[in-house]
């Protein structure tokens, strides 16, 4: 299969509104930043920001596994029937 099909599914995935609930993204956002806010400067920072990286990661490619590459449902991902 062509990279650019692959890449194009991935960043649809990546940009579904449907991909996390609302309230989810917020929280995320609102920890992140704070994250930042309380640990700017130090070393412990990045050890967190690579770990969260590492476990984002490895998540995403898990969902990817299992959903077949996006295209049948797993867990908090529900595969719409295009018609």
Do not use: C
């Not at 969260?52 to 049948?72: E, I, M, P």
């Amino acid at each position: 299969m062509p990279l650019h099909p692959i890449i194009k599914r991935e960043l649809e995935v990546a940009f579904s509104k449907d991909a996390q609930p609302v309230w989810f993204r917020i929280v995320k956002y609102i920890l992140l930043g704070g994250l930042f806010y309380f640990l700017w400067g130090t070393q412990l920072l990045w050890i967190i920001l690579l770990g969260l990286f590492v476990v984002g990661t490895s998540l995403h490619f898990w969902f990817r596994y299992k959903t077949h590459g996006w295209t049948k449902s797993y867990g908090m991902w529900k595969q719409k029937n295009k018609s």
